[in-house]
């Protein structure tokens, strides 16, 4: 069921893209949908207090409980605690683990026992801050459908393994913000149109007012680039799993529709002036020689609103999604085959996106 | 021989065109080569003090003797004072006439009498600041060959018609800046690598230390865009046609050497920051839909640069030097037919420029 060995990305059960392909709800402006809960098993220090045979022995545990587990048959492990430091960076820009399981954190060193069991559009994050974290993400805005396969998991698993449950807390984990359910579900987000006319902090602080919060492409600390934001639950204690999702639901498809103005604003209000706007950002990416990652996100940004507009035609949302996970360093160094320096990770970004734009966008005009 | 009637540049004996056709020497750093001589005729107040019926017997003699002047055979007469002023936009813009013959300039207005013969790469200019400007304009850098063109005329229209001239002074001019040889040679000069490496403004004092003196793409006063300069001798008196000539030749050659040192300065120092800047130079004419003709000139002239640096293959300097010209004002509104706001002579310029670069460019990458 499980195998080990060289990082090769496309013999994932989906390749590890397939929540990139554009293929769900309102996936022009909502990337992805992620749903994970916090689980620790019974019998086991929390990660960040166990000793590393310990951890080891909670691997070999979950390992040989997720053989019996349908919803991870044909799942792949990756020992991250065995892995090159590139290749724990490519998994981590590909969203598929945690940059503190990938030990790319520096208050958060590489952990021995760090480990991932990747299956179709869900993983298993092995001795992240909590035992474990059972992961599932979907293409677009689709919570539900994430949702039921992070519970299957949950419950498959939990006939396995003794999750720690109190009954008056509800799941145990190492940080309380978790407590309760373990839920965050989180959408990868892209409000360039709320950026445009100025609105975006009125509606961030609502936000949070609401519970929820944001963050930029990689989660916590992480700088907004490129108008994509990651909004998520904030506290999990104290409310069911159907409360907290309906809150990101109620709230998430508010800001779609707010959204879904601020563009409609700006095209009646600067029609011509966005349009030249958002061309010029596609000439740049076209036929640029050299791009920093945060110019590519922010061109992209551009070119990506073109698309949603329907002012570029010829151009996928999924190539769009794929060069805003393959433009970056670590990709880009793992498609060169070696190591790149900034300026040389500046060049291969260029190189890879006229590419890209060349072949799957030849007929754009 | 002459013919008048709705301006159609198409059926000027060179389309108006072969001067910009980048077949000369130096055609990647020098445009054009334009030489003029100042005549006046004897027996008429000179043009800013003539009256209207003395400017039109004037007129009537240069064109009666024009009929038996070999270089202009098959020449066109086009008659300022009787036509619009989109067509006399767009004649200045062509640089077949001068802003204050097409009484463009504010401190001129239109003449009764104002009319060009066009030949092929020769003009005769009628009722400028002085009776006649014999210009002769040659693809590149050839102030021989212009000279030789203006000569002829010069020689030709002289045995028809009487030239004032002083044998102290020379010919009579209404300025005393051209009264002698009422020479003056122009070329029209890329030097964007002189502008990015900042030496221009020793280059420029240099000239003018030499006699020589610079203006913008449209003459006395235009402003510099794009990197285009004219440069020219600042007076004629007191100096025979030879001197002018060798002094232009060799001060020029020097500027095209110190422009070619800076390309190599620039490439060698800046390689892929230059590169990459002109292809997004490139990109950005490729695919924006509004350009302004400042914004226009930059790009193009950065393209310029990358062709001529050989890192942008697959585009024609002839190309270039059309778009040049052709995506001015009064072109893009003969273009369309009608007369253009700002804004829509912004998008009417983007739109040119992007058609002519995907059909003429179409393997650029």
Redesign the interface.
């Known amino acids: 069921m499980t195998r080990q060995g060289p990082l090769d990305l496309s013999l994932l059960p989906d390749g590890g893209v397939r929540w990139l392909d554009a293929s769900g709800p309102n996936a022009d402006i909502v990337i992805s949908t992620r749903l994970r809960l916090a689980r620790n098993l019974v019998g086991y220090a929390f990660t960040g207090r166990a000793r590393d045979g310990e951890r080891l022995r909670m691997l070999a545990q979950v390992k040989e409980a997720l053989a019996h587990v349908p919803i991870l048959d044909g799942s792949v492990l990756l020992r991250l605690d065995e892995s090159a430091q590139l290749d724990r960076q490519l998994l981590h820009e590909r969203h598929l683990v945690s940059k503190e399981l990938a030990g790319l954190d520096p208050q958060h060193p590489l952990r021995t026992g760090a480990a991932v069991f990747l299956g179709e559009q869900v993983g298993v994050l092995v001795n992240e801050e909590d035992h474990l974290r059972l992961q599932a993400m979907r293409s677009g805005f689709d919570v539900p459908a994430a949702f039921a396969m992070a519970s299957r998991m949950d419950r498959e698993l939990g006939e396995r393994v003794p999750f720690a449950f109190h009954k008056e807390f509800g799941f145990l984990t190492a940080c309380p913000t978790n407590v309760g359910t373990g839920l965050r579900a989180s959408v990868l987000i892209h409000l360039p149109g709320l950026v445009l006319t100025k609105e975006i902090g009125k509606v961030l602080a609502g936000l949070q007012q609401m519970g929820l919060t944001y963050r930029g492409l990689y989660g916590e600390g992480s700088e907004v680039v490129g108008n994509f934001f990651q909004l998520s639950n904030q506290t999990t204690l104290g409310r069911s799993e159907e409360e907290l999702q309906d809150l990101l639901v109620r709230v998430v498809r508010h800001v779609i529709e707010r959204e879904e103005e601020a563009r409609r604003v700006l095209v009646r209000d600067a029609g011509?002036?966005i349009?030249?706007k958002l061309?010029?950002a596609?000439?740049?990416?076209?036929?640029?020689?050299?791009l920093s990652f945060e110019e590519a996100m922010n061109f992209l940004s551009g070119v990506r609103l073109g698309v949603g507009l329907k002012l570029i035609p010829g151009l996928s949302v999924y190539t769009l999604n794929k060069l805003l996970i393959f433009a970056q360093s670590a990709h880009l160094a793992h498609l060169e085959g070696r190591a790149l320096t900034d300026?040389e990770s500046n060049?291969a970004r260029?190189r890879y996106v006229?590419q890209v734009l060349?072949t799957e966008g030849s007929g754009v005009?």
Chains 1, 2 share one sequence.
């Not at 596609?282 to 050299?290: E, I, K, V």
């Open positions: 011509y002036i349009e030249d061309w010029r596609y000439g740049t990416l076209r036929f640029a020689r050299s300026s060049l260029a006229r060349a005009e």
